[in-house]
């Protein structure tokens, strides 16, 4: 079955700091992994995907992510945060790009002055 | 920029009513998808739908859940008789091939 762990419940990082969201996945076949932002009473943005090709990939509002297969993670980062950051963040796996995705619990982004 | 929208964005019911959740998806995605999130928990996946039947459904979805596209623009999800546990951030999200994207929500509230 597959699986997304997010080990962080909660993250607190002073702006212009350096974050990583930690990302672990479980899956049987090829997965294709995803991040998204979820603002407080918003729906779920999707920040980047990765399918194939380059293991780091580029998403919106600065974020990055790096799959590395051998350690079954995909986690994201940004070097240097902003206030307006602060959110959950959701990881997801699933097996094509419209296949179900499955979700992690989320990690919640707190943004320090 | 297109985008997935719900309505409503709130919806308040009593326990053993119908309610219909109205989604629009984004014109040329072909799939279609139900998740929910229960507050402080995670989004879980309830149905998708393709070429105009479901593809795959998860165990929460049961007989008292239905979905539908009455027309080329709307895809709905129907409970037919609410209860309290069904309480939950209700989001509709479309894909192309290339990721799901995800409207608002619809808070429903069981009373």
């Known amino acids: 079955a597959q699986s997304v762990t997010q080990p962080d419940i909660h993250i607190t990082v002073s702006e212009g700091a350096s974050l990583e969201l930690r990302c672990n996945y479980s899956?049987?076949?090829?997965?294709?992994l995803f991040w998204y932002v979820q603002s407080p009473g918003q729906g779920l943005q999707l920040l980047l995907k990765?399918?194939?090709?380059?293991?780091l990939v580029q998403g919106i509002k600065g974020f990055e992510a790096e799959f590395k297969r051998s350690q079954s993670s995909f986690n994201l980062r940004k070097p240097s945060v902003h206030w307006s950051d602060a959110a959950e963040y959701f990881c997801a796996v699933g097996g094509r790009g419209y296949s179900t995705l499955t979700f992690g619990k989320g990690t919640m982004l707190l943004v320090s002055p | 920029e297109p985008e997935v929208t719900q309505t409503p964005s709130h919806q308040v019911t009593q326990m053993g009513q119908e309610v219909i959740l109205r989604c629009v998806p984004i014109s040329n995605h072909l799939y279609f998808y139900w998740y929910r999130q229960i507050l402080g928990q995670k989004v879980e996946f309830l149905v998708s739908f393709y070429n105009n039947e479901i593809s795959e459904k998860s165990e929460i979805f049961d007989d008292q859940f239905s979905v539908e596209r009455p027309d080329g623009s709307n895809f709905t999800l129907k409970i037919r008789s609410t209860k309290l546990e069904d309480s939950a951030m209700y989001f509709c999200a479309s894909s192309e091939q290339e990721g799901q994207y995800f409207g608002p929500g619809t808070r429903l509230t069981v009373l």
């Open positions: 990765y399918f194939s090709g380059d293991t």
């Open positions: 899956y049987g076949a090829t997965p294709y």
